[in-house]
């Protein structure tokens, strides 16, 4: 394309979440998506799992299968449209079928597709239709997926010509593992096909090895069995005769090596069986020099059974029947005999055709299974090109319906900012009154919260179940409303987008302001919570206290004599009494603080006309620096930390402001006409706070009066002064000089 053509496409942008955002509201904005700055586009990555959007397509985008999309995805994708389609703008209508005329005959990719779909309407019985839909495609690929060769090179048993055909089919899959046809069946492809016939060509060459040396089997086919019942005490037997050797070498090493007596008075305590660990765990028969080992008499009972297996499958068939005791000697030589087949046995080349026997996979390996498997995985290749054809049929019928609408979501975030439902808004939580809509899945809440937080919103971790068992967790950001009672282990109800809903519990909570009215009233809700929780903590150390009183009082009551009670009564010290001076100085305090708050009061009463300034400079110095704190935060509430916790690759700085966070979450409110009863039969009783608070404060007038702190704002007959004389404290304290 030339440069003069570039520069003929106009783009408009819109203003969401404080960021220039390209609308695409027509194929040309669409046709012309490569000339993009790609730092213009909102997002430069998305996930392909955990989305409301059709894996399917994802799928189709996703070439490289490595679970996400990417800018030169997307661009891949609108040039494949490009060369389909007749018209992009039949990509912005809503849709979930391709009119035939809508196909582009002009490219060689068109033709096809023209070909294919009206190839796949005449095999469904409609070669009029005007246009295929998904409903033909998914009809077009049961009918192929129900056929006996579909044409994805995989075969299951039931596409076997004869019997013995299906059983090696079956044997195969049993060995090697199955690979799930189109229609979902288990079955083998050639790869499968050749590996398994390898591994049986080399277990054919491993087992002649045992027939051509006779020292690999020197039992015959009894010597897989005495091999295991070597195996099963090989450990055990050599302990024994190392202790011996021991014990021949200092007769001391006897008492040492045997089971002490303490172990054994251990044992008598408890219910014992011929399996208990303990016993098996002792020697396998008495301790001594250069013994032999009994093979009936003195045999440790936890062995004594797999003994009787060695002597029957090893000891009798290689050192006769009338043996009686086993010597070392006699012990090695039995291991040397079996040496070659232990070597023989570890170099087996497949374990995973064990299973079928030895006689099975001779049989495989000597007929013509091979190329009879072979034969039918051509044939079923033989029909790739109309699977392949229903695929891309398929893919135009996605990219036609949903193209777009990813576009929406990654150029732009035009979706989410018009409240139509983002791909990755997953459902709406309902939580202490209020509906969040803005609520996205979760696979590890704490790695995601650790780069979730930077969005500075309030975030609510959930844990979802359903009675049938389902699990998933979610996150939502709470943009409205109080968090007063939000806390973890409050419970709510998750819908999701399929309208089912889920039993939610809340697991863990990021703390950030929601608004600014929260928190110009958080400072007074912090000090009436410190206040009541400092009334709790004293008011429930008073009760223990009281209550370990009473406990001591009862007891020394119980336990005392009665003649020392009398004689602690006669002795016990009168009650001491409130000192003078503590009273002067409990005065003195109280004197004090009234001046102080007195003072206050006069020096608010003194600003006359600019009182109600006062108050409101004196909230401001409260509330002012938790408002500015939250107006900073909310500033900084961005969506992108939390879609970056998901996968996502944000590209700008998506921000939710306080009016579209009002949209996110909706506080619970009354219906517009609905009649309120404002009667309620169980209210609380009101108690009488306000009369005394307006008590409180004439009570301070008249001391402020009483003080002549007001007489300036007095008429002159109303004074303190006029009406006291020199009785007023004011005037009857003398100056300081």
């Not at 208990?276 to 936890?302: C, F, K, V, W, Y």
Request: hydrophobic share 45%.
């Amino acid at each position: 394309m030339s440069d003069k053509n570039k520069e003929s496409h106009r783009w408009k942008f819109f203003r969401a979440g404080d960021v220039d955002q390209v609308v695409l509201a027509q194929g040309a904005d669409l046709e012309h998506l490569s000339e993009l700055d790609q730092k213009l586009w909102i997002a430069l990555s998305c996930p392909t799992q955990g989305l409301e959007f059709d894996s399917r397509t994802l799928e189709c985008i996703d070439t490289d299968h490595d679970g996400h999309v990417r800018p030169p995805e997307i661009l891949a994708a609108v040039d494949w449209a490009k060369q389909v389609f007749r018209d992009l703008d039949d990509l912005f209508t809503e849709g979930n079928s391709v009119p035939l005329t809508s196909i582009k005959e002009e490219t060689q990719l068109g033709r096809d597709l023209l070909a294919a779909s009206r190839r796949l309407l005449t095999k469904l019985g409609r070669p009029d239709a005007g246009a295929v839909s998904a409903e033909d495609v998914a009809g077009a690929a049961e009918i192929l997926a129900a056929s006996r060769f579909n044409g994805d090179g995989i075969v299951p048993a039931d596409s076997a010509d004869d019997e013995p055909t299906r059983r090696a089919i079956e044997d195969i899959i049993a060995a090697m593992g199955p690979k799930p046809d189109r229609s979902g069946k288990p079955g083998v492809d050639q790869e499968t096909i050749d590996k398994f016939f390898e591994a049986a060509a080399a277990t054919v060459a491993w087992l002649g090895q045992a027939n051509q040396d006779a020292a690999i089997r020197p039992l015959g086919s009894a010597t897989s069995e005495a091999a295991e019942a070597v195996a099963a005490v090989r450990a055990k037997v050599d302990d024994y005769f190392a202790r011996c050797r021991l014990a021949a070498f200092d007769r001391r090493a006897v008492a040492a090596l045997s089971p002490a007596e303490e172990d054994l008075t251990a044992l008598a305590g408890k219910s014992l069986t011929n399996e208990a660990t303990e016993i098996a765990q002792l020697p396998l028969a008495a301790i001594g020099a250069e013994r032999p080992l009994s093979l009936h008499d003195g045999l440790n009972p936890a062995w004594a059974s797999k003994l009787a297996a060695l002597v029957a499958a090893a000891v009798r068939p290689m050192l006769g029947a009338d043996k009686t005791a086993l010597t070392e000697s006699d012990w090695i030589t039995i291991k040397q005999r079996l040496a070659p087949f232990a070597t023989w046995q570890a170099a087996t080349p497949s374990a995973a055709l064990a299973g079928l026997g030895d006689a099975r996979v001779r049989e495989l390996h000597a007929g013509t299974f091979r190329q009879d498997l072979g034969a039918l995985v051509v044939k079923d290749a033989a029909l790739e090109d109309q699977s392949s054809q229903i695929d891309l049929v398929e893919k135009m019928i996605l990219f036609r319906r949903d193209l777009v609408r990813l576009v929406r979501n990654f150029v732009n975030f035009s979706e989410f900012y018009g409240q139509r439902r983002a791909i990755f808004q997953v459902g709406t939580l309902y939580l202490d009154g209020r509906s969040c809509s803005l609520c996205l899945p979760v696979e590890d809440a704490g790695k995601h919260a650790a780069v979730a937080g930077l969005a500075r919103a309030y975030l609510v971790y959930c844990d979802c179940t359903r009675k049938a068992g389902e699990k998933r967790s979610i996150v939502a950001a709470v943009t409205g409303g109080s968090t007063d009672n939000l806390m973890v282990g409050r419970n709510g109800v998750f819908y999701d987008h399929k309208g089912s809903d889920w039993d939610a519990a809340v697991t863990r909570i990021i703390e950030n302001p929601i608004n600014i009215r929260q928190a110009a009233w958080a400072p007074y809700k912090r000090f009436v919570r410190m206040i009541e929780e400092q009334v709790a903590k004293r008011a429930s150390a008073a009760d223990e206290e009281a209550r370990q009183k009473t406990q001591a009082a009862a007891t020394q009551t119980v336990h005392a004599d009665k003649t020392k009670a009398e004689d602690t009564a006669a002795k016990t010290p009168e009650p001491k009494r409130i000192d003078v001076g503590t009273v002067a100085a409990i005065g003195v305090a109280v004197a004090g603080m009234a001046t102080f708050l007195s003072s206050i009061l006069a020096t608010f009463l003194g600003l006359g006309m600019w009182m109600p300034v006062g108050a409101l400079g004196l909230l401001l110095a409260i509330s002012g620096p938790s408002m500015l704190i939250a107006w900073l935060k909310l500033r900084q509430r961005n969506v992108g930390p939390i879609l970056d916790a998901n996968g996502w690759s944000v590209n700008a700085l998506a921000k939710i402001n306080i009016p579209f966070g009002s949209a996110l979450t909706k506080v619970a409110a009354l219906p517009r006409g609905a009649r309120r009863q404002l009667r309620d039969p169980f209210a609380q009783k009101r108690s009488p706070w306000r009369l005394y608070l307006t008590l409180l404060v004439l009570l301070g007038l008249v001391v402020l009066w009483w003080l002549g702190h007001l007489d300036r704002y007095l008429p002159g007959k109303f004074r303190s002064d006029a009406v006291f004389g020199r009785e007023v404290p004011a005037k009857t304290v003398p100056a300081v000089r």
